[in-house]
């Protein structure tokens, strides 16, 4: 298994990837990644997505005043293709993007299951080229 999920993590890089190999790296990214109370919950990562990031990232896109996107060669590039890497990203922000951790505002803040479910969520995506 450590073999197999080696191999797909690499192929990620490349940029001519057959949609089967995305699908796949992307399913074993969601399976991959665990927070302290389990595994990452996508649907609700998407959800937080839609509500608190979509307005500047919609569709993994480049904000339209310069934000960086969200595709998985520009994750790799700015240091934030792992779990920890885009938590610690959403939680603390950079840049013009905002923190939603523990220094944010109570009406932004997400929580550490928040944290993971929504860096779990963008990982995917990014993996299966927000499709």
Not at 88 to 106: D, E, Q
Request: with cysteine; charged share 10%.
């Amino acid at each position: 298994m450590a073999y197999f999920v080696a191999c797909l993590l690499a192929s990620t890089s490349h940029s001519r990837l057959l949609p089967v190999a995305r699908a796949s790296a992307s399913a074993v990214a969601a399976i991959g990644l665990v927070g302290a109370a389990g595994a990452a919950d996508l649907a609700a990562g998407e959800l937080l997505f839609t509500q608190k990031c979509a307005a500047c990232h919609a569709g993994g896109a480049t904000t339209s005043f310069g934000g960086n996107n969200l595709s998985l060669k520009a994750l790799e590039r700015n240091g934030y293709a792992t779990q920890a890497e885009l938590v610690s990203l959403v939680s603390n922000g950079k840049g013009l993007m905002p923190a939603f951790g523990a220094s944010a505002p109570p009406f932004a803040r997400f929580d550490a299951a928040q944290l993971d479910n929504v860096a779990a969520y963008v990982l995917a995506q990014a993996a299966a080229g927000w499709k």
